[in-house]
């Protein structure tokens, strides 16, 4: 993980680039109310009190989260990890509004992740454009 953390140190990044320490905490808390939201999302559906196509965006939505890392970081591919954002960005929208009539509380919870989402898609396109 050492030579990609150099590979990664060694890419060009925007002015506006946040420190390298502020990802961790803000991932944490950001898991943290991933977990409690999506895990309402698969207990209702596990209950059936939501049906199938309520529940896949947010599958959808942890397997391009967590694939962020390998695709990034891994293969060392910001074109892929780039793509990959825009993945976790469009489930996250599909999986709030597709909550959103079931249990609003979940969609709004999604609010700071939808942002941070928002703003690492925008760094990923960035950081990709001046690396290619």
Do not use: C, E
């Not at 609010?111 to 925008?122: C, D, G, Q």
């Amino acid at each position: 993980m050492n030579d990609a953390y150099d590979w990664y140190q060694q890419l060009i990044k925007p002015s506006w680039s946040p420190p390298s320490w502020l990802f961790g905490p803000v991932w944490t808390a950001l898991y943290i109310l991933i977990a409690v939201s999506f895990g309402k999302v698969f207990w209702l559906f596990w209950k059936k009190q939501i049906g199938f196509a309520v529940a896949l965006p947010f599958i959808l939505n942890l397997i391009f989260n967590l694939a962020f890392t390998a695709l990034q970081f891994g293969l060392k591919s910001n074109l892929l990890a780039a793509i990959d954002i825009l993945l976790v960005l469009g489930t996250l929208i599909w999986a709030m509004a597709a909550i959103y009539p079931h249990a609003r509380w979940i969609a709004y919870i999604q609010i700071p992740y939808l942002i941070w989402v928002l703003f690492a898609a925008v760094l990923q396109l960035a950081i990709t454009y001046l690396n290619r």
